[in-house]
């Protein structure tokens, strides 16, 4: 068990709405990072949030948006799904912005678009 | 550009023997860290090992033992005695420190099935 938490575990859902995900990182923990594993793109990043601000942006979709609250916790929405989205979204989370510190990953939510 | 390379997409051995996982990088950067990630079939990814680019030794743990080469820009994998329990898909990564972020760059992971 790495300390961080995502929630829901699983999620099936239709094209054209719109979910959100939820992470709770290790505590302790200042700085969180959304992964997207998918079959065709691998695992990639898509954003990073380092105690509130967001901190970097990688291959994100204008459909899709985080934040990180002043308790930690974040939150992936994604919307006007497509079946393309269809992915595991990890979060993971580090004590510093520093690629020294290594980064922990949750159990990953599997989203389902149908 | 930075990117992770892992040529390798799937291996399959039978249970005790050795088995290396091959890592190639590229990056721009003097500062970088290079990880190891383990993903069984549950699906979590467990961290392995980060190695930064100054210290080249080599490191083992157990069965694992990493061998660090900048001169090849590699950082191989390799599970001694291989058991069932290794069978996963196993990822390297590449983190950078001067672009604001610790963000990791994966390769496309190397699917090892070890049988009984």
């Known amino acids: 068990d790495s300390g961080v938490t995502q929630t829901p575990k699983h999620l099936i859902t239709a094209t054209g709405q719109r979910v959100t995900l939820r992470c709770s990182p290790r505590?302790?923990?200042?700085?969180v990072y959304w992964y997207q594993q998918s079959l065709d793109q691998g695992l990639q990043f898509l954003i990073q949030?380092?105690?509130?601000?967001?901190?970097a942006k990688g291959n994100i979709l204008e459909r899709f948006s985080a934040q990180q609250f002043p308790d930690l916790h974040s939150e992936l929405n994604l919307s006007s799904l497509e079946l393309g989205d269809s992915a595991l979204y990890f979060c993971?989370?580090?004590?510093?912005?520093?690629?020294?510190?290594?980064?922990?990953f949750g159990p990953g939510t599997r989203l389902t678009v149908t | 550009a930075q990117k992770v390379t892992q040529a390798q997409t799937e291996i399959s051995v039978v249970e005790k023997e050795d088995v290396t996982l091959d890592c190639v990088y590229e990056?721009?950067?003097?500062?970088?860290?290079l990880f190891w990630y383990k993903q069984p079939p549950s699906g979590e990814l467990v961290f392995l090992i980060r190695?930064?680019?100054?210290?080249?030794q080599n490191e083992i743990s157990g069965r694992y033992s990493w061998n660090f080469q900048k001169s090849t820009s590699s950082f191989n994998f390799t599970i001694t005695a291989s058991q069932v329990v290794d069978s996963a898909v196993y990822f390297c990564?590449?983190?950078?420190?001067?672009?604001?972020?610790?963000?990791?760059?994966f390769g496309t992971g190397t699917r090892l099935q070890v049988f009984p």
């Open positions: 505590s302790g923990d200042l700085s």
């Open positions: 990564a590449l983190s950078e420190e001067s672009y604001n972020t610790d963000k990791l760059i």
């Open positions: 190695r930064n680019s100054f210290d080249e």
């Open positions: 949030y380092y105690n509130g601000e967001e901190r």
């Open positions: 993971a989370s580090s004590v510093e912005l520093a690629p020294s510190y290594e980064q922990y």
């Open positions: 990056t721009r950067d003097t500062t970088y860290y």
